[in-house]
Structures are given as structure tokens and as C-alpha cells.
């Protein structure tokens, strides 16, 4: 049987050659993300703001009847609505914002307009589907544990790889996952899909492949390091990332199906979140060979980066390691 | 790589079929679960509220409230331990005012005594031995009572607890299955009920403090003075919505009432003469003794029925009411009557609980979750199996089979350790199957590398398998830690991801790593192949 090779053998792509220019690319995404951030800002889910979702299906008719429900919402007169499609066609989310620490508000809210939607639209198979309803207390509560999440994640991930390499790693591995966090926020800035608690478990499934990958290429660096003690930097950096490129595709190709198959098929609750993993699973591939890599040759990464702090004899015995070390095929 | 030593064979077999064997029961269809052998493991993997549909309620008690309730019955022991004293110790002036409880001893000499007398009434608290009140003597004849902060920690430790009592028993009450209620945090009660109906029902039956209080009308009070909210000396303005003769709020007596706590039972039923619901409460022999001395005193006055402090009706007290049995009228249906019977059976709660998040599923959303869920979950699978082998051939085969093998274990440990699937548990799965996959990607690009720089069979598997080893052991723990981080940091079904994904990392690469090259090594014992395709 003859197998599929993605990658053919011996390939040999510059891919460093063009590190300034990714870095000013990368740069200017990051800046576009926050300023996206900024300006547009993200769609908060009931989760981050407060507040209630009521996720409705009507089962009599095909299409929702959206602008009605948000008229008949309006006429309540309990503040504003969004009201969104999400799944088939006849399934709809209604989201309605009450800041500020106020549980009873609303509970008060979420009966009354779910008790509206069961009776004026009983003709329509109105079912309710899924309340959400959170109150700023929690809401803020959730925000911030979020954030911690994220930020000591990144931390505690930057220190482990800083023990089992050097702190050029830690340091590069910290900065790419900070280009995919970003980017991750600006995609929902600009797509406007919900930012709710799924998708910061997202975000943490994302930092935790795209440093499956730079792990991956640090690993054939550190390995080349030692093999090559006079090969250039750049020129080493490029070998360990064509040496890796065949591995790299190919999870990303597998990946991808598995994340296809959810995003296509999945249930509608999950797709904000399968859509977050598909962008980082990109992201992150690329940020490991353009972020990861330009910023170890900046701070200085050598084959000397892994034989600090020896003593004369060490010095001398690991010479003659390397010795025996350089005879193998 | 040859001498895969046999007992290695035999622990990795034994681990593995120990894991199906877990994995099974979760895997039965409904009806076929009866047949399945008893002396098999029976645990199943839950399913989370979002895929079985269901209610999950997080409750928070208002520390300042219980402070307020502490206040309160505070004065009313030292009242009572004034009054019990001999000599009786005179005191006035009695003010709650920042939350402090002070007043004057009326004759300065009886200050020492009144100290003695309250001194006993103060309890230690908490570890370090502090008091729960602190007692102090100002201008010569005040007394403050000042609350600790040991006191009022306890007091609210305490007040929750007893909270989490009342609310499992009103839940128990609904007949729902498998409720989870667990407390939280410092005043926090989390509440799942699985497969529930009607979601707000149960937020009203919870959120019911359901304090019960007999009061007597006071008569003096002009219509006037209750609009404007004064009442007159010794009473107190209620709210009375459903009020007869027109107004908002009635005055009652402040003293003089019972508290309707002592109960035995409470049913809902109907009045013999209107037919309308009503509450038929029993009272225990102490409280029965309560109100029938109550009535007996005042024959022919309105005596008002008050829950939660709101009044529920003020009817004439016609005779003596001596059975140790009343009813409680006051504009019921049949479905308010009964909560309110549920929520006096199970007693009052002793701080008002407030629903401060609430996820409710409902059970058609949730089925269709998981059916979709999981067929997209098959779909993955099966596109990735394919696509494996035929890239990887035989390795591929192996790569498969440990990956089936993964899902089966992940579903045995979560049954094992009676985890919970949610639906981003689902998303998990799937990620953890590629990160299995990614193990056995490198795995196998190593050996096709290490092939084409000339080496031989055997030699090249076996640097494939240690040479990637340590990228996969690196990623994979960076992994474990935003796995743990998302667990503790994140909530509900977030948590259900992490769990799977923490799970799923271990055995991914334990499946990835062991098991794969135990197939390949068996595989070279055997064949001793001359050409490695790859």
C-alpha cells in the first residue's frame, strides 16, 4: 500500500528569512485586536455581565418569529433584548443585560418574559429550552476568575517551559500564546459572537496546543543545539522547523476534522466555542515558528544556551561527551 | 526493542481490560443495564444538567440579615433575662442602631448586676477563644453589646447550615431524583436537580423564607396613620396587599404573638365553608399550648396570619382554637397552598436565601445536544481513524486501536471516580483524541525520519519512540496545567471539560505511548520484517 506523505522528504523552506516582516504582521494583528477590543468590544455573554439568556424553540413553525418576539419583548419594557438565532432556524436566544448586583431584578425578569413567551406564543410550539440567568455579583465573580485563569495559566506554563529549557523559551513561549490570546479576542470583537465561559475554556485549550507546538519545534531545537554547536541560528531555527513541518500539518490536519465534524455537525450551544479552537489551532501553529522562533534569535539563543554555569572539570568531561557524542552516525 | 519484557505485556493488558470493563456499564443502552451481571462494576459516567436537562441554582444568604436576626433576638433574651433578674433590673431606652445593642440600667447601682446577668448569655466563639458579644459599660449606666466578628461568623456558619438543612428537605419534598445540594463558599448553597420540569416553581419554593407569625391586630390605629406609616407605641405597620377593607398594611401588636415554628405537620386542603385552599398546619405540644392560650386571651379579636412579613389574612378569633390545629387562609391556589405547606414542613429558613445564578436546560435540548454531540463525535473519530491509516499504514492500525482503546478508558477513570459529562466534556473528548493522535503523529514522523537518515529497523522505532517521548511528555504537561487551572478557576460545565481533558492527557499518552509500542513490539517479535513501510 502506498502512503500518504504530506510533506515531502528533505524539505527545505526559509521560513525565517521572512521573520521581520511576520513580526511586523503579528504586531500589527495584535494592535488591530485591541483596538478592535477597544472599539467594537466583545458580545459579554450573560455570564461576564449579568443578566438572563432564554433559549427558546418553536416547534409549529419553521422560522422563528423574531422581529414580534423582540417587539412583544420591548413592549414588557424590561430593558433592552438580543435577540439571536443560534442552531436551526427556529431557535432562537433572547439576552437581556441588568448590571449591578441585583438578584431579585433578575429573577423578576427572566419569569416574567419566559412567562409571556409560553403563553402569547403558545400557537408557535414555544418551548424554553435553557435559562441563564446571572446576577452582576456573580457575573463579576466569574470575570475575574476567568481572567486569573488565563493569566496564571500562561504564567505557570511560561515557568515550566523556562525549568526544562532556558528562560529565552519561557520568555518566547509566553509571548506567542500572548498573539494567540490577543487574537482570539479580536476575532470575537469582529465576529460579535458571544464571549461567555466556554469560550475561555477555549482559550485554554488553545494555549494549550499552540504550546504543543512551539513545545514540539523548541524540543528539535534544543535537540539540533547540541548536535550543531557552529550551525547559525537562523539556519538551525529553519532546519528544526522543516524537521517538524511533516508532524505539524499532520496534527493539524487531524485536528482540523475532529473540529470540522463539531463545527458542522455539533450542537449549536458549542459552536462560539469549536469556532474559538479552529482559529487557535492556526494561530497557534503559526505563532509557534514566527513569534516563538524570531524571539529566541533575539534574545540571544545559542549552542551555548545549553552548557551554562560548568565548572573546568565539567567543562572537560563534557567535551569528551561531545566527542563521543560527534562520532555517532 | 525486542524484549518488551512479559510482565509489562500482562500489567498494560490488564490495566487495559480492567478500563473497558469500567467503560461498559456507560455504554449500555437504558433498558439493557438490568441484564448486565451484578458482580461487574454497575458505575456509570453522569450526564451533566446541560445533556440530561435539569436545574442548577446557586442561593446566597445575606450575612446583614442574619446580623439583623441575631440583634433582634438578642434584645429579646436580655429583656427576658432583665425582667428574670432579682431584684428585676429596670433598663430602657433599649436602641439597635449600628447594629450595636445598647440601653440604660435605669438605676445606676444595678449596673454590676445587670453585667453578671448578661455575661452568661454570651457564648465563646470560633477557635481563638473570643467571645461572640463584646460587653461594655459606657456613661456609668449604659450597657452596648457590641457583636464580634468571631460571633458573627459563627452565627452565619451556623444560620447556613441549618439553611442547607431546610432546603434539601423542601427539594426531598418535590420527589425529584438525585439532587445534588452542596454549600459553597462562606454563605452559598449550590442546588442541581436533574430532569426537572418547572424551574421556577422551585426558585419560589426556595427563595421562600416561609417564617410564620401570629400577631395581634391593633385596633387603635386610625387608617391615617397606617397610610402614613406610623404606628402607634408597641406596634408595627405590615405590608397586607390582599386586605379587605381596602388600604395596604395593617398595625399589629409588636409582643404579645406567637411564631408559627413549633409545627408537626402542614397540608394543603381546603375550607370546609368557602371551599377556597388553605394551609392546615399542626402544631407540636409546646406550640399548641402557644396558641391556644393566644386565643383563649383574645376571643373575638383579629388576630393577623403573617409569612415572610406580609400578611396573609386577619380573620376573627370566634373561640378558643384548643386542638393544637388552626388553618391559614389568605387568597391561595391549590399550588401556592401546597408550596407553602412544603415550606413550613420543612421549617423556616433561618436567613433569606437569594437564586444569584440559575442554568436550566430543558430535557428536548439537552437530548438533542447529546445526539449531536455524539454523532459529531463519531464523525470525528471515524474521519480521523481513516486518515491515520492511511497515512500511517500498520502504525496507523496501532495508533487506532490505542485510541479506542483511550476513549474506553477515559469513560472507565470518569465512572470510576463518578465524573460528570458535559457537553464542553463532549468537546473534550474530541480534542483529546487529537492530542492522541498528535502523540502518535510524532511518534511516527520520528521513525520515518529517522529511516530515511539510514537507520535500521529496529533501531529507528526505538529512537522514534524516545526521542519523541520527550516532546510529547513537555507538551502534554503544559497541558495538564491549563487543564488544572481551568478546574479550579472555571465553573459548572467548564469544570466537566477540564475533568475529561485532565483525564483524557493521562491516558492519551499512556494509550499513545505504552500500548502503541507494545503492539509494534509484539508485532517485530513475531514477523522480524525486512522492509519497515512507514
Avoid at chain 2, 454570651?122 to 461594655?136: C, F, K, N, S, Y
Avoid at chain 2, 517521548?469 to 460545565?493: E, H, K, M, Q, W
Amino acid at each position: 500500500m502506498k502512503l500518504l506523505k504530506l510533506v515531502p522528504d528533505n524539505t527545505n523552506f526559509r521560513f525565517l528569512r521572512w521573520r521581520k516582516l511576520a513580526m511586523t504582521i503579528s504586531l500589527l494583528t495584535i494592535i488591530a485586536s485591541i483596538v478592535l477590543v477597544g472599539v467594537r468590544g466583545l458580545n459579554l455573554g450573560v455570564d461576564f455581565v449579568g443578566g438572563q439568556m432564554i433559549q427558546v424553540t418553536f416547534d409549529e413553525v419553521e422560522e422563528a418569529p423574531v422581529a414580534q418576539l423582540r417587539s412583544d419583548i420591548q413592549a414588557l419594557n424590561l430593558g433592552e433584548s438580543t435577540i439571536q438565532r443560534f442552531g436551526q432556524p427556529n431557535q432562537v436566544s433572547v439576552r437581556m443585560r441588568l448590571d449591578g448586583d441585583n438578584a431579585e431584578e433578575v429573577n423578576a425578569v427572566t419569569s416574567r418574559v419566559t412567562q409571556m413567551i409560553t403563553t402569547q406564543y403558545a400557537e408557535q410550539g414555544a418551548r424554553i429550552d435553557g435559562v441563564d440567568s446571572v446576577s452582576g455579583k456573580v457575573s463579576g465573580e466569574l470575570l475575574s476568575t476567568g481572567v486569573y485563569s488565563l493569566v496564571f495559566a500562561m504564567i505557570a506554563i511560561a515557568i515550566y517551559i523556562w525549568f526544562r529549557f532556558e528562560w529565552q523559551f519561557g520568555v518566547a513561549a509566553l509571548f506567542a500564546l500572548f498573539h494567540d490570546v490577543t487574537l482570539t479576542f479580536g476575532f470575537f470583537a469582529l465576529t460579535q459572537l458571544e464571549f461567555n465561559l466556554n469560550i475561555v475554556a477555549a482559550l485554554l485549550t488553545i494555549i494549550g496546543y499552540s504550546l504543543n507546538d512551539t513545545i514540539v519545534v523548541f524540543d528539535r531545537v534544543r535537540e539540533n543545539l547540541r548536535k550543531y554547536r557552529k550551525m547559525d541560528m537562523i539556519a538551525l531555527l529553519d532546519l528544526s522547523t522543516n524537521e517538524t513541518l511533516a508532524r505539524t500539518i499532520m496534527t493539524t490536519l487531524t485536528m482540523l476534522i475532529a473540529l470540522m465534524a463539531l463545527l458542522l455537525i455539533g450542537p449549536g450551544v458549542i459552536f462560539g466555542f469549536t469556532a474559538a479552537m479552529t482559529l487557535g489551532l492556526f494561530v497557534g501553529s503559526y505563532s509557534s515558528v514566527y513569534m516563538a522562533n524570531p524571539i529566541l534569535v533575539w534574545l540571544g539563543v545559542g549552542a551555548h544556551s545549553f552548557v551554562p554555569h560548568m565548572s573546568d572539570a565539567d567543562r572537560a568531561e563534557a567535551k569528551l561527551k561531545e566527542g563521543i557524542g560527534g562520532a555517532k552516525p | 526493542m525486542l524484549d518488551f519484557p512479559r510482565w509489562k505485556t500482562i500489567s498494560i493488558s490488564l490495566i487495559l481490560a480492567l478500563g473497558v470493563l469500567l467503560a461498559i456499564p456507560s455504554l449500555l443502552p437504558a433498558g439493557a443495564a438490568q441484564y448486565y451481571p451484578s458482580f461487574l462494576p454497575q458505575a456509570q459516567v453522569n450526564l451533566g444538567l446541560d445533556l440530561q436537562g435539569g436545574s442548577h441554582i446557586l442561593l446566597e444568604g445575606d450575612p446583614v440579615d442574619v446580623a439583623a436576626q441575631r440583634l433582634q433576638n438578642m434584645e429579646e433574651t436580655v429583656r427576658g433575662a432583665m425582667r428574670a433578674a432579682t431584684p428585676r433590673i429596670g433598663i430602657g431606652d433599649i436602641s439597635r442602631e449600628g447594629g450595636r445593642l445598647s440601653f440604660l440600667v435605669r438605676d445606676v447601682s444595678q449596673v454590676d448586676a445587670a453585667r453578671e446577668a448578661i455575661l452568661p448569655l454570651t457564648t465563646g466563639a470560633g477557635l481563638t477563644g473570643q467571645r461572640d458579644w463584646d460587653i461594655e459599660v459606657r456613661d456609668t449606666s449604659r450597657i452596648v453589646l457590641t457583636p464580634t466578628e468571631a460571633g458573627l461568623t459563627e452565627a452565619l456558619d451556623q444560620a447556613m447550615e441549618t439553611a442547607t438543612e431546610v432546603v434539601r428537605k423542601r427539594i426531598d419534598e418535590l420527589g425529584t431524583r438525585e439532587p445534588t445540594i452542596i454549600r459553597q463558599g462562606d454563605n452559598r448553597i449550590v442546588v442541581q436537580v436533574p430532569g426537572l420540569d418547572d424551574p421556577e416553581a422551585l426558585k419560589e419554593l426556595l427563595g421562600q423564607t416561609a417564617e410564620l407569625e401570629f400577631k395581634l391586630v391593633d385596633l387603635n390605629a386610625s387608617p391615617e396613620d397606617i397610610a402614613a406609616g406610623r404606628a402607634p407605641v408597641g406596634s408595627e405597620i405590615v405590608p397586607y396587599p390582599t386586605n379587605p377593607a381596602g388600604g395596604t398594611a395593617i398595625a399589629v401588636r409588636r409582643l404579645g404573638g406567637i411564631r408559627g415554628d413549633k409545627l408537626t405537620n402542614a397540608q394543603q386542603s381546603f375550607d370546609q365553608q368557602t371551599n377556597e385552599p388553605v394551609v392546615s398546619i399542626t402544631f407540636d405540644r409546646e406550640g399548641g399550648a402557644r396558641f391556644a392560650r393566644l386565643t383563649q386571651e383574645n376571643v373575638n379579636k383579629p388576630f393577623a396570619m403573617i409569612l415572610d412579613g406580609e400578611v396573609l389574612s386577619a380573620p376573627n378569633i370566634n373561640e378558643p382554637i384548643l386542638g393544637g390545629t388552626a388553618q391559614i387562609s389568605g387568597s391561595f391556589t391549590t399550588e401556592t397552598a401546597n408550596q407553602l405547606a412544603i415550606a413550613l414542613r420543612s421549617g423556616a429558613l433561618p436567613i433569606e436565601l437569594k437564586v444569584v445564578e440559575e442554568r436550566s436546560v430543558g430535557p428536548d435540548l439537552g437530548a438533542e445536544s447529546i445526539q449531536l454531540g455524539l454523532l459529531a463525535g463519531a464523525v470525528g473519530t471515524i474521519a480521523v481513524l481513516a486518515f491515520m491509516i492511511l497515512t500511517y499504514g500498520r502504525f496507523g492500525v496501532y495508533a487506532n486501536i490505542a485510541l479506542v482503546l483511550n476513549i474506553l478508558l477515559i469513560l472507565g477513570v470518569m465512572a470510576l471516580m463518578n465524573a460528570t459529562l458535559t457537553l464542553p466534556g463532549i468537546a473534550g473528548f474530541v480534542l483529546t483524541i487529537g492530542a492522541a493522535v498528535d502523540a502518535n503523529v510524532l511518534i511516527n514522523e520520528r521513525i520515518r525520519e529517522e529511516r530515511k537518515n539510514g537507520r535500521r529497523i529496529i533501531q529507528a522505532i526505538e529512537v522514534g519512540y524516545t526521542e519523541a517521548s520527550r516532546a510529547i511528555f513537555d507538551a502534554n504537561i503544559t497541558n495538564v496545567i491549563a487543564a488544572v487551572l481551568l478546574f479550579l478557576f472555571g465553573s459548572g460545565p467548564v469544570r466537566g471539560f477540564a475533568v475529561v481533558l485532565m483525564i483524557g492527557i493521562v491516558t492519551s499518552v499512556w494509550t499513545a505511548v505504552y500500548v502503541t509500542r507494545m503492539f509494534v513490539a509484539i508485532w517485530l517479535k513475531r514477523e522480524r520484517p525486512r522492509e519497515l513501510v512507514i
